[in-house]
């Protein structure tokens, strides 16, 4: 069951929305547009920054079974424009004294910061850090994994990734 306060920052559903048009054209499948967009959930009925998990998990659900794309999840979240997240302008933010005096960042600076930021995107997946003979690892552990799919876990991973 997914708890109740879980939420999804309204960010991340546009700039998916976004790759979501995107993947379309790239697929030359234009003509789907409209169609998709039938699947979009209003994200006005909600106050603040952020909507329900359930909510975005049924439109995920929904906008997937009109796709029909095993690899739906990874592709979208490839062609999301990270610059429009917070989770991204924040730990942009955090390292730019870094980028500004040509020091390497440390891998684990950047991963525990994208630990500690990633609950900005959503908090469907818990990100957990754990370091072990010498490596570093992250799991993503699903808050949902009942319900979720795995377009959003291969999401998720996806912005992991793109963000080291």
Do not use: W
Not at 96 to 125: A, D, G, H, M
């Amino acid at each position: 069951m997914v708890e109740a306060d879980y939420s999804t920052h309204k960010s991340i559903v546009f700039a998916i929305r976004e790759a979501m048009i995107l993947y379309l054209f790239d697929e030359k499948r234009e003509k789907d547009i409209p169609k998709v967009t039938e699947h979009f959930l209003s994200v006005d009925d909600y106050q603040g920054d952020r909507v329900p998990m359930p909510v975005v998990i049924k439109e995920v659900h929904s906008i997937s079974n009109f796709i029909q794309d095993n690899y739906l999840g990874l592709k979208l979240n490839c062609l999301v424009n990270m610059e429009v997240l917070p989770f991204y302008k924040s730990v942009s933010e955090c390292i730019r004294p870094f980028s500004r005096v040509n020091n390497e960042l440390p891998f684990l600076l950047v991963s525990r910061l994208i630990y500690r930021f990633f609950s900005l995107i959503t908090q469907s997946i818990e990100l957990k850090l754990t370091a072990e003979k010498g490596l570093l690892r992250f799991d993503l552990i699903s808050n949902a994994a009942d319900i979720m799919s795995k377009h959003q876990i291969d999401g998720a991973m996806v912005l992991v990734y793109r963000i080291i």
